[in-house]
């Protein structure tokens, strides 16, 4: 990521804010075609047209983050709802970082990140959601997959 393009971005809770990647919109945008279908006509829904729009300007630029503050107040809102139906944390409870390790063996996240996580504005989370899962190597994604599973069952996701 270009540098000027880090120290633009607005600060939340004394962080940066984070950059939405392209996936995740697109996730969104799966979201809000399952939860309001195309009707007769031409017309999408208002929140699927707000994200398709910001996914076009995406993907027209070959760009494949865009920082959140730079999302229209009606594509924020759909992706909100969107990020609404993920699992908040990765926590499986199984904590190594209140064992002295820098990075949580169970869930991937760093010391700073677990002690944070409540702080964190919804970008910031998928973004640490996104490295870890890309990472694959904590617990969660391996060992405990399925106490993950039960984790987002309970919760109805």
Known sequence: MPLARVARRRRYHGRPMAALHIADIEAAINHWRARAPRSEGPALAPPLRALAEVYARMAYFRQDEIDESALAGDALVAW???????????????????QGDDLCKGCGRSFDEVQHWPAYSPAQKRAVWRRITRQGTAWRFNRYAERAQEGMSENGL
């Open 80 to 98: 909100l709802d969107w990020y609404a139906t993920t699992p908040d944390t990765p926590c499986i409870a199984i904590c190594s970082t209140s």
